[in-house]
């Protein structure tokens, strides 16, 4: 019983711990795809960030359409100089989405011709990646 009642307080103890690593591992990594998937962006790869992004994405809006907006709203912005993450949310079946795990990513930017720019980026948790499902910038 002793026993019993040990591993008890150990799971209470340990459990809350465990989830919260397991929550910074999925900020961690959903951070790190957003990272991965912007630099197709910045260097002008658009095509390749659609290939990236979650199915969810390419089921919204076609390759070329993507390509074709990028060129008109994000190329006239020029070269990244900066960009700051300033906030990451996690969404849990959000409304109006599929049920699953949604990151959400803001960041302040500078680009050549936009010195003072707002990005953000929402992620989806699809087959154990994070993906892409909408970038905006502003």
């Known amino acids: 019983m002793k026993q019993l009642l040990l591993s008890f307080v150990f799971l ?3 459990m809350p711990l465990q989830a919260q ?3 910074e591992q999925q900020v961690q990594a959903s951070s790190d795809a957003s990272d991965a998937w912007l630099e197709f962006v910045d260097q002008d790869r658009y095509g390749e960030s ?3 992004a979650s199915d969810l994405f390419k089921l ?3 390759k070329g ?3 074709a907006l990028l060129n ?3 190329r006239p912005l020029g070269n990244k100089t900066s960009r700051e993450m300033v906030d990451i949310r996690t969404a849990k079946d959000p409304q109006g989405l599929p049920a699953g795990d949604y990151m959400v990513i803001l960041y302040n930017s500078s680009f050549s ?5 707002h990005e953000l980026v929402t992620l989806r948790l699809e087959g154990g990646e994070w993906k ?3 970038y905006q910038v502003k």
Do not use: E, N
């Not at 011709?113 to 720019?117: F, V, Y």
């Open 65 to 67: 359409d993507w390509v």
């Open 72 to 74: 008109k709203v994000r």
């Open 21 to 23: 690593q397991t929550i």
């Open 12 to 14: 209470l103890f340990f």
């Open 60 to 62: 919204t809006i076609p």
């Open 113 to 117: 011709s936009k010195p003072s720019a």
């Open 50 to 52: 659609w290939d990236k």
């Open 132 to 134: 892409v499902l909408t």
